[in-house]
Nanobody
């Protein structure tokens, strides 16, 4: 069973920054697209950002210009740099690896942005 491992969450004031990392052991990392989702209390899980195997990125409109997703195939990691954080960014953030019908998720890391 593949389990992705996120780290880097925490409490930050509005306007601050956090960097999330996700380690993906046990998979052929270079063939997987990677992404980040988030889920706020009482809301559905939503896509935040993705990075393809070739490095192409895609972002939710709500985070464009503030968040940057990147991958390091040598280290089997994907990162999410979050700048200019807002209270509405408060959520549990989940890492996902996906390839055809294979999807693997992390356990989530809490990000809390205080106003």
């Amino acid at each position: 069973q593949v389990q992705l491992v996120e780290s880097g969450g925490g409490l930050v004031q509005a306007g601050g920054s956090l960097r999330l990392s996700c380690l993906a052991p046990g998979i052929i990392f270079r063939i997987y697209a990677m992404g980040w989702y988030r889920q706020a209390p009482g809301k559905q899980r939503e896509l935040v950002a993705t990075v393809s195997t070739s490095g192409d990125t895609n972002y939710a409109d709500s985070v464009k210009g503030r968040f940057t997703v990147s991958r390091d195939n040598a280290k089997n990691t994907v990162s999410l740099q979050m700048n200019s954080l807002k209270p509405e960014d408060t959520a549990v953030y989940y890492c996902i690896a996906f390839y055809k019908t294979n999807n693997y998720w992390g356990q989530g890391t809490q990000v809390t942005v205080s106003s």
